[in-house]
């Protein structure tokens, strides 16, 4: 790779995030590298300024900074395809628009890591939680080194594998997610994504011991504050799309089974979703 080539694409989803946006850009742009970097940016029809202040941006940072825009609102995961699709960067690095990086060397640390260590296809880094009024929720107060294979993201283990941290190889069969129908009907895209890219590379997850993004709970957050019990519903449909759509063996599907069991059953029998339970329990035995 010589040095006209793009080494970190940086691609970032947002809908009505005005109030955080120009945080989340001011992240990016503090980026001390040795490398070139692109920044690809997909406004989803916002109903406030948020275009407006990414357009302000795109004026100040012309050659820096990439705005794709739709003719109708298309969804988060749809935006996030489209921003992954066209990113050149051998690296994609992600955040969305209402959380933010605070570490000006993280994209270095990151490919620095990749660069090094060719058997991971993700890494990510540990991210201090806040709330809408900056408040902090939680934070790993003594962060050590982690890594995750594809049997451990199948069975819910990703501590701090959060999207803001999120750096992954670009390649064309980790690109192919865009064709799974079964993807665009996710509650947690990101988790997929992570499954989909170690599935098809055999690579595993590394998490760098350093905290170095924010991630925001706030009210109008697309996952973050949504009612219980469509969160648990939504939950309930991502494992049955997991079971359906990844392989794994008869140990892991008695694992898996333990997971719908203790985790799950009660919540359909107690909503009367006898046939989806009884669906679930028939492909794991």
């Known amino acids: 790779m010589n040095n006209s080539e ?11 995030h005005q109030k955080y946006i120009a945080q989340a850009l001011d992240g990016f742009l503090m980026q001390e590298t040795n490398f070139k970097y692109e920044i690809i940016i997909g406004e989803d029809c916002s109903k406030d300024n948020t275009r407006a202040i990414i357009e302000d941006y795109c004026q100040k940072y012309p050659n820096k ?42 994209l270095q640390k990151q490919v620095d890591f990749m660069e090094s260590n060719p058997n ?9 939680v806040i709330d809408d009024n900056s408040e902090l929720i939680y934070e790993n107060p003594s962060p050590i080194s982690l890594e995750f294979d594809y049997e451990d993201v199948l069975l819910g ?12 190889k670009n390649n064309c069969g980790i690109k192919k997610i865009c064709l799974e129908n079964w993807y665009y009907n996710t509650f947690g895209a990101d988790t997929f994504l992570k499954l989909y890219a170690m599935a098809n590379t055999n690579e595993k997850i590394y998490v760098l011991p350093e905290v170095m993004a924010v991630y925001r709970l706030h009210k109008d957050g697309v996952y973050s504050l949504i009612d219980g019990r469509v969160r648990k519903s939504k939950m309930i449909n991502d494992f049955n799309i997991l079971i359906n759509n990844f392989s794994y063996s008869a140990h892991y599907k008695k694992e898996l089974l333990k997971i719908y ?25």
């Open 6 to 16: 793009i080494m970190v694409s940086i691609c970032c989803i947002t809908y009505n």
């Open 65 to 106: 900074i990439q705005l794709l825009t739709y003719e109708s609102n298309i969804g988060g995961i749809k935006n996030q395809i489209e921003t992954f699709n066209i990113s050149k960067g051998k690296y994609v690095a992600m955040c969305d628009g209402d959380d933010y990086w605070t570490d000006p060397l993280k």
């Open 120 to 128: 991971y296809v993700i890494c990510c880094h540990y991210s201090r």
């Open 157 to 168: 283990k990703k501590d701090e594998t959060r999207i803001c941290s999120l750096m992954i």
């Open 261 to 285: 069991i203790t985790q799950y059953f009660l919540f359909d029998i107690r909503h009367y979703n006898f046939q989806k339970a009884l669906n679930t329990i028939i492909t794991l035995v």
